[in-house]
């Protein structure tokens, strides 16, 4: 009787570790602050509180930069320091933050157009 226990709480333990739930996906995360850094392969990004900096990579020909509406683009070349942005970020790949789209501000956070 007692040998019947010991397998079937074996089963049950067994059974529970592999129906464990899937972690859930990766959501996009959002960080908005000010540009500290800009380089050809990262970009490093400051709070709006300056409390925290947060540094993420850039794939090579990254072309997401866009003006919070979405309808102007911006190249690389027009990022400068304390410009204010908004990062989509996710850390799929390799475990490591890496911006997916980049999304250039006025300095009260509204969308900045360009003429």
């Known amino acids: 009787m007692l040998r019947r226990a010991a397998i079937t709480l ?25 540009l500290v850094h800009v380089s050809t392969d990262n970009i490093k990004v400051i709070n709006i509180d300056g409390t925290q900096t947060l540094s993420f990579l850039i794939v090579p020909k990254f072309n997401q930069i866009f003006s919070d509406d979405g309808k102007t683009t911006y190249q690389m070349t027009n990022l400068r320091r304390n410009l204010l942005v908004k990062v989509y970020f996710d850390q799929n790949l390799l475990g490591a933050r890496h911006a997916d789209k980049i999304y250039v501000l006025n300095s009260v956070g509204e969308v900045l157009h360009r003429s």
């Open 10 to 34: 074996i089963a049950l333990t067994a059974l529970t570790m592999l129906a464990r739930p899937l972690p859930a996906a990766a959501v996009d995360k959002i960080w908005t602050g000010y």
